[in-house]
């Protein structure tokens, strides 16, 4: 790994404490830092509960575009707040990974010190090296020999299973059929696009409508919302039906535009729509009325998608997925499903 500020090869501690092992690059010229996913937390270990969970929401970044993830490639690292705080960090959506700049582990050593109290000298004693009690082993390499890269799924935590001959509508690489949440869905390993085809989405439709989920009864209101949606004829051909046209709608009320097969109701997302509908969806979940309610619902959803881990992500990832197959419904509404139909017939598409 070379250090994104200024590309000198960073260095991988191994600490060995008696609870645990942490890892992370550090750049020795400028001081910057990479940590994967939990090892934030580990460091933390006086603090009880997760640092890494709150930091989600991605705020827009004025300076700039973001820097390439080190772990993922054709990956941005998104600017997000750090527990709510007005220190912003940069982290990658896809492996969950931490980029610090030099001096900015201080910095979140700072804030978490104003929110509860952490004995001793915090993030400090890991990174420089210094006041490490006796029981701690550190084990030093070049970061090119721990190097490791994690793949980029089109929805997270989905499973490869086999290859198809249906070409992608946005790269016409050949689509791959996945599996995430015992679904199979098709996606495409290039451009991390997914096609749902309705029978995928009626199954979670189904789950997502039992009485215990009652309370996500909101999710109606996307639905709904659609029938008032514009529909655009789109330039891409449908990977099931030759020759056939997608048209392009909206999700829900927001205004991210899908794809849709009027031959065949195959609904195809881009890698940015996934993501949008994740961020839509997480604004939705932090509008409900109550804390409790909150906890109620991811409760409700931890309980039907058991997930490889029990993380939030994955929680609002299902969710994604979910309501993205909710909103499949909209095609069975007649007046809409006509309207769309006229337009995909008489619009000439380019
Ligand atoms: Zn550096
Ligand atoms: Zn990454
Ligand atoms: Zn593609
Ligand atoms: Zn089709």
Redesign the pocket.
């Known amino acids: 790994m070379k250090c994104l500020n200024c590309r000198t090869e960073m260095t991988n501690n191994l600490v060995q404490t008696k609870k645990d092992r942490m890892s992370y690059d550090i750049c020795e010229d400028c001081g910057s830092l990479w940590l994967d996913a939990g090892e934030l937390d580990k460091m933390a270990f006086q603090v009880d509960g997760s640092i890494e969970v709150c930091s989600k929401d991605k705020v827009e970044d004025a300076s700039g575009p973001g820097k390439d ?1 080190p ?2 490639d054709g ?1 941005t690292l998104d600017k997000v707040s750090f527990v709510g705080s007005g220190l912003f960090l940069d982290r ?1 959506a ?2 969950e ?1 931490f980029w610090l700049d030099g001096g900015e582990l201080g910095l979140v050593n700072k804030e978490l010190l104003d929110i509860m109290p952490v004995k001793g000298k915090g993030f400090s004693e890991f990174v420089n090296n210094v006041h490490l009690p006796y029981w701690y082993k550190r084990v030093r390499k070049k970061s090119s020999e721990t190097d490791f890269k ?1 793949d980029v799924l089109p929805i997270k935590g989905a499973e490869l299973k086999s290859q198809t001959e249906h070409v992608c509508p946005t790269c016409q690489a050949n689509l791959n059929i996945y599996t995430v949440f015992g679904i199979e869905f098709e996606g495409c390993s290039t451009c991390k696009g997914v096609l749902l085809n309705r029978d995928e989405l009626s199954k979670l439709k189904d789950k997502a409508t039992r009485d215990t989920w009652r309370e996500l009864r909101w999710m109606d209101d996307e639905v709904e919302a659609v029938g008032r949606a514009n529909v655009m004829p789109s330039g891409r051909t449908c990977p099931k039906c030759s020759g056939v046209h997608l048209v392009t709608t909206c999700f829900g009320d927001s205004t991210i535009l899908i794809d849709w097969c009027s031959k065949c109701n195959s609904l195809w997302l881009d890698r940015d729509e996934i993501q949008g509908i994740i961020e839509y969806l997480r604004e939705k979940l932090n509008k409900l009325p109550s804390d409790e309610m909150k906890k109620k619902v991811l409760d409700e959803i931890k309980e039907i998608w058991t997930g490889p881990e029990s993380k939030i992500s994955e929680i609002l990832d299902a969710k994604a997925a979910i309501s993205a197959l909710i909103n499949i419904t909209i095609f069975e509404h007649p007046s809409l499903c006509q309207r769309l139909m006229l337009l995909s017939e008489v619009i000439p598409i380019r």
């Open positions: 993830c772990r993922c990956t990658c896809n492996c990974g994690v």
